[in-house]
């Protein structure tokens, strides 16, 4: 069955220090990767995407995610966070070739204290 | 106003009634998406339209019933639902398929006494 794991329901980082948000999938073939945010009181928000070439993928507040094939994983990341990086974080996959249907993890809330 | 707006934000409803949620998007874009988010659940999808024809309905209770009158606007109408049902319903388009990154709206919080 497919598949979305972020196995931490909560991460804890102070502010300045790097953070990781993990996320794997169970998926077959090569899917789309995406990594959204979601704030208090609003809707998700897009953070950036894997659809092919470097394992590195760079988006937006100076978020990164690394793709490892081999694992199956799709680990969010940032050098150094900020207290207001503080928010639910779902990382989410779309199978190939097409298809409208995203397969969204439960979420993994980030808490950065100051 | 830009984005994908969602009415009302807040909705408190009897199982008896039956109600309407609405969502609009400005960005020209051509699939729209109906998910509910349960604290602690991931998101579930509900219904995506492509073009207003519908392209997924993932096993969703007849109690919610969508509508696609256009490109730019989705309901959900809602009647007889039960306490379980109280979620926040998400609202989101896309341009296509595939590699195309969703845009959400802001929800809404629907209560079901």
């Known amino acids: 069955a497919q598949s979305v794991a972020q196995p931490e329901d909560q991460v804890n980082v102070a502010e300045g220090n790097p953070l990781t948000v993990k996320c794997t999938y169970s998926v077959s073939g090569n899917p789309y990767l995406f990594w959204y945010v979601q704030y208090p009181n609003r809707g998700l928000q897009f953070l950036l995407k894997?659809?092919?070439?470097?394992?590195l993928v760079k988006g937006s507040y100076g978020f990164e995610a690394e793709f490892n094939k081999s694992q199956t994983s799709f680990h969010l990341k940032k050098p150094s966070a900020l207290v207001s990086d503080s928010a639910l974080y779902f990382c989410?996959?779309?199978?190939?070739?097409?298809?409208?249907?995203?397969?969204f993890g439960a979420g993994t809330r980030l808490f950065v204290k100051a | 106003e830009t984005g994908v707006t969602q009415t009302p934000r807040h909705l408190v409803m009897g199982m008896t009634n039956k109600k309407s949620l609405k969502c609009e998007q400005h960005?020209?874009?051509?699939?729209m998406y109906w998910y509910k988010q349960s604290a602690k659940k991931p998101l579930e999808l509900m219904f995506v339209?492509?073009?207003?024809?519908?392209?997924e309905n993932n096993s969703v209770p007849s109690r919610f019933s969508p509508e696609c009158p256009n490109s730019s606007h989705l309901f959900l109408h809602l009647h007889t639902l039960q306490p379980e049902d109280s979620a926040l319903y998400l609202c989101?388009?896309?341009?296509?398929?595939?590699?195309?990154?969703?845009?959400f709206g802001p929800g809404t919080r629907l209560t079901v006494l």
């Open positions: 960005l020209g874009h051509n699939a």
């Open positions: 339209y492509s073009l207003e024809e519908r392209v």
């Open positions: 989410a996959v779309r199978e190939r070739p097409g298809g409208f249907k995203t397969i």
């Open positions: 894997y659809i092919t070439g470097d394992n």
């Open positions: 989101a388009s896309s341009q296509g398929d595939r590699e195309d990154e969703q845009f």
